[in-house]
């Protein structure tokens, strides 16, 4: 065993936590759990180069960030040379290992949806959240959400009937993104988290919405839109996180939605919650149906 592998390890640990396995040092792109993420998954990747200097590259597809190492630092040009080719080299074997999945994964889209029925009224997930299917296929007990880039159907957000979700395995998110009704110059076109969001803004306001599915995704969906629709009236619709707010751990809704809106040069709004609203509550579908179960109307 040599001493590149057990500091690659080092590194590794560093960066995810303790790890009971060696990384192969062959030059190759393996993959790995990460642990915390769900059981089962291998989001995590590295690439270690033993010869010479040795160095390599790591990263998880879930969390995005990629991390360089070399076991020292080059002595003379010819050893960062040899750095900087092999850190190339990973990343191409990185990007072509991403677009291999990116493929399986929208395979498996097509399947599962075309495979689908239509999403049914009374579905668990729909009656708490107060929304019609707006379109939604259903497989089994899961309500399926297509998202899409460049206007084709590339992974599938799947919500049980208690609530929970999951992408497809591999599949692309980032940029991707669900829409409910039709794009119209001049006309409003919100963007937002969460599909149930998504489906109170459209139902209250009867204008599009693009859904991004998660905050981290707002800015790279708004760019997207801009491109695509630039005559639409486009407006962050944002979650407001007060309760995390509230327990000191900042307000990640509220945040990611101001730094888009100023990103993008567009319009925000937020919830405007009642007094009595609890805190828990976090977006408009939040919103809408506190409302019903507790304003008269």
Request: with cysteine; charged share 20%.
């Amino acid at each position: 065993m040599s001493d590149a592998v057990i500091l690659f390890r080092d590194a590794l640990q560093a960066i995810y936590g303790p790890l009971d396995w060696l990384p192969a040092p062959d030059g190759q792109l393996h993959r790995f759990h990460v642990p915390g993420d769900r059981s089962g998954s291998r989001n995590g990747w590295y690439v270690l180069f033993p010869d010479g200097l040795a160095a390599g590259a790591f990263g998880s597809w879930k969390a995005g960030a990629v991390h360089h190492w070399s076991s020292r630092t080059p002595a003379d040009p010819q050893e960062a040379e040899q750095v900087r080719q092999r850190i190339e080299q990973a990343r191409r074997q990185r990007e072509a290992e991403q677009r291999r999945r990116w493929a399986a994964a929208e395979s498996w889209a097509a399947r599962c949806w075309q495979g689908a029925r239509r999403a049914e009224a009374g579905h668990p997930y729909l009656v708490a959240k107060g929304v019609k299917p707006h379109g939604l296929r259903q497989r089994g007990g899961e309500l399926l959400v297509p998202l899409f880039h460049d206007a084709r159907l590339v992974n599938l957000q799947r919500i049980a009937p208690d609530g929970g979700k999951r992408f497809l395995p591999g599949g692309r998110v980032t940029g991707c993104y669900s829409t409910l009704g039709q794009v119209e110059a001049g006309q409003p076109l919100y963007l937002c988290e969460g599909w149930a969001t998504g489906a109170t803004l459209h139902e209250h306001t009867g204008t599009a919405v693009a859904v991004a599915l998660n905050a981290g995704n707002l800015l790279a969906v708004g760019q997207h839109l801009r491109r695509r629709y630039p005559d639409a009236v486009l407006i962050v619709a944002g979650d407001d996180d007060r309760q995390t707010e509230a327990e000191g751990k900042g307000n990640p809704g509220r945040i990611a939605a101001n730094r888009a809106a100023v990103a993008l040069g567009c319009g925000v709004v937020l919830p405007v919650w009642p007094t009595a609203a609890p805190l828990h509550l976090s977006d408009f579908n939040d919103l809408a149906t506190w409302r019903a179960a507790h304003e008269p109307a």
